[in-house]
């Protein structure tokens, strides 16, 4: 039932989050060019960290990702991304923006039980996201896909909005649909895999709660060995043939693990 009420809470919170904070076009337009530079700052440094063409068409990312961004995901992006105090990858301890809004107001209420849920069970992310607009109206971490709409905004195309558009289409209320591994633009290109489940209230459809799976938890549980010898183990392989966890002998070989990606 709290799911079911944070996801009414939040889209009324939504609806009303230019009005609460009293957005301009001019404070609108500040805000959008503050979310640029988080973008082309803190953003691009850790996607392009590692990377050898790292820096190399920064202006053209920064634009593909801000661009489309309409006034509510500038707004909330403003608050709990580039006015958060806390560091990149730290972005969930942020309660309340203090903006004062109705969201604001949800947010301080839902997230720090979501966040403990998360924490408990090993989750890389948690969503809610509208089934009507495909707005992400809440998420745990606050990535650059927090706010944005998964069924025309930049990150319709992943496998996020594959498991978003897939989840809202289904009446079935015990349905779960998985989306296999694959990079993934706001986690700086890191394999995520997503597991999706439409939220009803009654015969209702109001949304859709999406887990983020931690590639880390599943590539420990199956690094088990025990009972496989010496020589055994145990290894995931996609459609695509490629390993989803690392074999236990390349961390003994030290052979460089970049090369199951």
């Known amino acids: 039932r709290m799911v079911i009420q944070a996801m009414s809470d939040f889209k009324t919170g939504l609806a009303t989050i230019q009005t609460d904070n009293e957005v301009t076009e001019a404070s609108l337009a500040e805000m959008r060019e503050q979310v640029k530079r988080y973008y ?3 953003f691009a440094r850790r996607y ?7 820096n190399a068409d920064e202006e053209a990312l920064v634009s593909k990702l801000v661009l489309p961004l309409d006034a509510d995901a500038i707004t909330l992006q403003y608050q ?11 972005k969930d301890l942020l309660d309340d923006s203090g903006d004062g809004s109705s969201y604001s107001k949800s947010h301080s209420l839902y997230h720090p039980i979501i966040r403990n849920y998360l924490q408990k069970f090993g989750y890389y992310d948690i ?12 998420s745990v971490f606050k990535e650059v896909d927090y706010a944005t709409s998964l069924r025309d905004g930049p990150y319709a195309s992943t496998n996020l909005g594959k498991a978003f558009t897939e989840a809202a289409k289904s009446n079935w209320k015990d349905s779960v649909v998985f989306v296999d591994y694959q990079a993934y633009p706001p986690s700086y290109e890191a394999p995520a895999s997503f597991i999706a489940s439409p939220i009803f209230d009654g015969d209702e459809k109001v949304g859709v709660a999406i887990f983020q799976m931690p590639i880390g938890r599943i590539n420990e549980i199956l690094s ?36 199951i990606n």
Not at 48 to 54: C, E, L, Q
Not at 127 to 138: A, P
């Open 40 to 42: 082309s700052t803190e």
């Open 127 to 138: 969503f809610l996201v509208d089934n009507k607009s495909g707005d992400i109206l809440y």
């Open 80 to 90: 709990y991304i580039q006015r958060n105090p806390n560091d990149l990858g730290s």
């Open 48 to 54: 392009n960290d590692g990377k050898s063409d790292a």
């Open 224 to 259: 088990e060995r025990t009972g496989l010898g010496d020589s055994g183990e145990t290894y995931a392989v996609g459609s695509d043939h490629l390993f989803r966890n690392e074999s236990r002998f390349l961390s003994e070989l030290d052979v460089d693990s970049t090369i």
